[in-house]
């Protein structure tokens, strides 16, 4: 049959069509009488075709696939050699390589001086040489120097490391009052800043942290029931105590035997449990229960097309990206860029998806992705990040954005809601993906979708603060971020970026893989690298110029049966109760910031803390167990820990406050005390002496064994009814405040761990400005976030006025 002429036409995958006559490889075959500009993109994405005639073969080469095949292996092993390099580097430091040489030249230079700095190692090294007869005398000594040189240099490097280890592991510089540094402190720091080395990158100081120490049980046991005293009747607090006292003599201490054994094994004897048991076996929705939010600027919209900002913002994201995988970003360090922290938690960012099971989910990370995957009205694209080996710059991302927006196709069955898959239960959303997902077009759309650098949501609604009505516009901006429609985003992933259709931008992250603080440092990036570096034209479109030689994004292509759009279907159902339960409310407090509260002499997180401790008990008549996120990231592997916030303290001071008999001098007396507490607990839970990690890894030990603790059983049970996290700024010289006092972040939030409790986010922006998220849930007749807000607002006010610093109230 001529080659021109076929009987049937077949669909192919890359939006062509092939005659069944025509065989070919490389990519779909070409339809004589039919031609298409998606048809032209095809042939490009292929480097050869051919056709079978009955003349012969037909042999057709296309230079520009060619081009870009060599380009994107160029890519490949540049950063190949990249990793190697930061690889070496990072395997010597504090030393560099270079020293090295130094070492070695300053010992051929002895040994040539006729001195011996090896006390006779050299002349054993050299006797060992001589036994194979194939060297001769100069050889052997260079061979011998050379040897020894590198030996010594090795050893300097573990000592210099041994010794930083060592001066990490002290931690009195934390319980030193603020604002006054000891002489022996500041020799400390000296030696650190001595071993730490020049230049370091984002993983040289990882083998110089030291390990998480783990507590002694009676101490944390001790601490516990001091949390728990102001929270128990008479009774209860008796019956635990026995509990406690049984548990620190008996079962405790075995328990500990194997908790010690593992910490002098593992890197970390917290974290590995903790992911796995908290966050990966946990069989209920991420969605608003474990994934949290970033919000953008809380004031500034650069521009309102939804493509520019898209297109800025991926880029800038990119070249975060890129300064990742070259570890070029500087570690975070504390006491005057002193004191690193842990960075582990940055090697899963980008390329990563949590991966559904029945039991337990698992985290699927890649190391290089060259994609995307874009979701706008219910259809999937997936963009190419590269072209002509280099990143696309922000116009190009932007022009490939514009193009799925104009796009006007429809989506197929079942792809419009599959998201929604990712909101509900874990155990039917594994069974589908093994059901229907394990092959053919479905698997490859799903693979193109976890493993993409990042997921990205085009939103239809507009969303943002409002000056006409600025509660309700946050809230809506809030929830739309937390849940949105509970089927555009892919909660799977390590985080979604969110794009609303005024240029309004956001992230939801999954919360397995890193901490809050890691994806702020990420964020904070991308919206200053958006707004002060990349820029837009006046016209409100990213610099630069299109690029037309570029292909267009290629729609994900699915065959979903009906089978399988049911229990979408039931998952979106799940979700939907799920975020239409959540009650949100965020909100700027600008009376006063951190300025003013530091002018009070007061540390400001214990002060928000105290505050909340006030606004609770107004709100619900009670004191109640409360979480505050701290971090252990001083040692390797660190993760969190919780500061139980609610102490005996903390209900003096707020008992003191709602007592009309009280004076102002009482109170502030009171405030003092129990700020004073917050702060020594805040720095136990971070030097490693906390309450809560300790516990949990103890009943892990506990379950390994088959044995039951009544204690340890009751405590892990007991629920947090106000869960709070502080929102750190860790890159505050990106913005310049004091020169761009309008670019001030609203940071984020998340759900409600407790169903009759209130979760609370707050980040201290600048001197002047605290922005608070506050979430319940509708169903719970007791709560209600915006009455809790307005205690808040008012709680903050009223402990200022106990200083006699008082400050310029805004109406």
């Known amino acids: 049959m001529p080659s021109g002429m076929a009987m049937a036409w077949l669909p192919c995958p890359l939006g062509t069509w092939q005659a069944p006559g025509a065989l070919q490889a490389g990519g779909c075959a070409r339809a004589p009488v039919r031609s298409s500009p998606k048809m032209a993109e095809a042939h490009q994405a292929v480097a050869f075709q051919f056709t079978v005639t009955p003349e012969g073969i037909d042999l057709q080469l296309s230079h520009e696939a060619l081009k870009q095949i060599y380009l994107s292996g160029l890519h490949s092993w540049k950063k190949k050699f990249i990793r190697f390099k930061n690889g070496i580097i990072t395997g010597v430091y504090p030393a560099s390589p270079s020293s090295w040489l130094i070492v070695v030249v300053g010992v051929m230079s002895t040994m040539y001086a006729k001195i011996d700095p090896s006390l006779g190692i050299i002349a054993k090294i050299n006797r060992t040489l001589d036994t194979t007869g194939y060297m001769s005398s100069q050889t052997k000594n260079v061979v011998s120097g050379v040897l020894f040189s590198t030996g010594l240099w090795v050893a300097l490097i573990a000592t210099m490391r041994y010794s930083l280890k060592v001066l990490l592991s002290y931690h009195g510089w934390m319980f030193a009052e603020h604002g006054r540094m000891s002489r022996a402190t500041r020799i400390w720091m000296g030696m650190v800043k ?19 120490p783990v507590p002694a049980v009676k101490d944390t046991v001790s ?61 209920g929705p991420l969605m608003v229960n474990s994934n949290y939010y970033a919000m953008d600027l809380l004031y500034v919209l650069p521009t309102r097309i939804q493509a520019a900002r898209a297109g800025n913002a991926i880029h800038a994201i990119l070249l975060y990206r890129r300064q990742l995988d070259r570890e070029e970003l500087k570690p975070i360090r504390l006491l005057g860029s002193t004191i690193p922290l842990c960075s582990a938690q940055w090697e899963r960012m980008f ?78 959303w594994a069974r589908c993906r093994q059901a229907y997902f394990g092959r053919g077009k479905n698997k490859q759309s799903l693979d193109a979708v976890e493993k993409a650098a990042f997921f990205v949501t085009l939103d239809e609604s507009e969303q943002g603060y409002q000056k006409e009505d600025p509660d309700t516009s946050m809230d809506s901006y809030a929830k739309s971020l937390l849940h949105g429609r509970c089927f555009d985003r892919w909660f799977d992933k390590s985080f979604t970026f969110i794009v609303f259709k005024n240029g309004k931008m956001g992230m939801n992250a999954e919360h397995s893989w890193a901490d ?123 993760r969190t820990e919780t500061v139980r916030s609610c102490t005996a303290e903390s209900c003096d001071f707020v008992l003191a406050m709602v007592d009309p008999a009280q004076t102002a001098e009482q109170r502030l007396r009171l405030f003092k005390i129990a700020s004073e507490k917050h702060q020594l607990m805040y720095r136990l839970a971070m030097t490693g002496a906390g309450i809560d990690r300790h516990l949990f890894c103890l009943y892990v030990v506990s379950k390994y064994l088959g044995m039951d603790s009544p204690f340890l059983k009751e405590v892990l049970s007991e629920p947090w009814r106000l869960s709070t996290s502080q929102t750190p700024q860790q890159q505050v010289e990106l913005f310049d405040l004091d020169r761009n006092p309008e670019y001030v972040s609203s940071g984020g939030g998340f759900g409600p761990v407790a169903d009759d409790g209130y979760g609370v986010s707050y980040i201290l922006v600048g001197d002047n400005l605290i922005n608070f998220h506050v979430s319940s849930k509708f169903s719970c007749p007791e709560t209600d976030s915006h009455r809790f807000g307005k205690h808040v607002k008012q709680a903050m006010n009223d402990i200022v006025t106990l200083f006699t610093l008082k400050p310029n109230m805004k109406k």
């Open 194 to 212: 001595v071993f730490s080395g020049r230049k370091p990158m984002l993983y040289s100081f990882q083998t110089s942290l030291p390990r998480l």
């Open 223 to 283: 601490r516990y029931l001091e949390s728990v005293r102001p929270l128990m009747k008479e009774d209860d607090f008796k019956r635990m105590t026995v509990l406690a006292q049984d548990f620190a003599v008996s079962l405790g201490p075995k328990l500990q035997w194997y908790l010690k054994l593992k910490s002098w094994w593992a890197t970390n004897y917290v974290s590995d449990w903790w992911e796995e048991y908290v966050y990966l076996r946990g069989r």
């Open 351 to 428: 390329n990563t998806s949590r991966i559904p099971g029945e039991e337990t989910d698992t985290i699927q990370h890649l190391k290089d992705s060259k994609h995307i995957v874009v979701y706008h009205q219910g259809r999937y694209f997936k963009v190419w990040l590269y072209h002509d080996g280099r990143l696309l710059k922000p116009r190009e991302i932007e022009q490939q954005v514009q193009r799925i927006l104009d796009d006007r196709s429809e989506p197929q069955p079942g792809e419009a809601k599959l998201a929604a898959l990712t909101a509900g239960d874990r155990v039917p």
């Open 516 to 638: 809050a603080p890691i994806i702020g440092h990420l964020w904070e990036y991308v919206m200053a690298t958006d707004s002060f570096q990349l820029g837009y034209a006046e016209d409100g479109h990213c610099k630069g110029d299109t690029n037309p030689s570029i292909p267009h994004p290629t729609r994900l292509q699915w065959d979903i049966p009906e089978e399988c759009q049911e229990i979408i279907e039931t998952s979106l159902n799940t979700a939907s109760l799920l975020a239409n339960d959540v009650d949100f409310h965020s909100f700027p407090f600008d009376s006063f910031g951190k300025a003013l509260i530091k002018r009070c002499r007061t540390s400001p997180d214990a002060f928000v803390q105290l505050a909340l401790q006030l606004a609770h008990y107004k709100d619900m008549g009670k004191f109640c167990l409360t979480y505050e996120a701290s971090m252990t990231r001083l040692f390797r592997e660190g």
